[in-house]
């Protein structure tokens, strides 16, 4: 079983949608990293938290630290927001380096 | 703002050749790591540098190795290339306390081994 599981792997939405990706991890950790990786292959850092919320325009991350689960929420989806969301940890035990998981593909279609 | 550059883009080697895939970046940054990327998978950890002239192995370090002669550089080496090597690569730096620092990528190196 991997340490940072996500679901679901794929997801198809219409635009405006509500969207949720879910992240569990097994391990004890420092912080918890959202990423987005662009159909082109770039990879950017969405949000880095150890604890409650963050938002930023139409994406929020939330994280429960005693349930090791954490989302990521897009509210008024758009096809631009088409790309992989993935999700990584740091590890207590492991300073900077990160565990991912293996990604959401998600399309939101016009 | 360059933040981290990886060269080639893409590359195909034969197999038992060798390459340097470069990585530089201009953040001042003390962390840099190596990642690969197969299909399906999440990003491995191939090696990692907290400074200059100090590396570490990370979860796939076999057939690669690395260098940190410098802050702004991070060459990523393979001696024999092997087609479990295609995968596509990248780079990443963070700032010194770099758990709680988010990571900066390359645009990634896509690297076919036939």
């Known amino acids: 079983k991997n340490e940072v599981e996500q679901s679901p792997q794929n997801l198809t939405a219409q635009e405006g949608e509500f969207i949720t990706i879910n992240c569990s991890y097994s391990?004890?950790?420092?912080?918890l990293h959202w990423l987005q990786q662009h159909p082109g292959g770039g990879i950017v850092s969405l949000f880095m938290l150890s604890s409650g919320k963050k938002k930023h325009g139409r994406l929020i991350a939330t994280i429960n630290i005693q349930e090791k689960h954490s989302s990521l929420h897009i509210t008024a989806s758009h096809p631009r927001d088409s790309a992989v969301y993935i999700c990584?940890?740091?590890?207590?035990?492991?300073?900077?380096?990160?565990?991912f998981g293996e990604g959401t593909q998600l399309t939101v279609n016009p | 703002n360059a933040g981290v550059t990886q060269t080639p883009k893409f590359r195909i080697l034969k197999i038992g050749q060798s390459m340097t895939l470069q990585c530089a970046q201009d953040?001042?940054?003390?962390?840099m790591y190596w990642y690969r990327q197969d299909p399906g998978m999440g990003l491995k950890l191939i090696y990692y540098s907290v400074g200059a002239g100090i590396t570490d192995k990370g979860e796939v370090p076999n057939g690669y190795n690395v260098s940190r002669s410098t802050t702004e550089d991070f060459p990523l080496r393979l001696e024999l290339a092997a087609p479990s090597q295609t995968s596509v690569y990248f780079c990443a730096s963070s700032p010194a306390g770099g758990h709680s620092r988010p990571q900066h990528f390359g645009d990634g190196t896509r690297l076919s081994i036939l």
């Open positions: 953040m001042n940054h003390n962390y």
């Open positions: 990584a940890v740091s590890r207590e035990t492991s300073g900077s380096r990160l565990t």
């Open positions: 391990v004890g950790i420092s912080a």
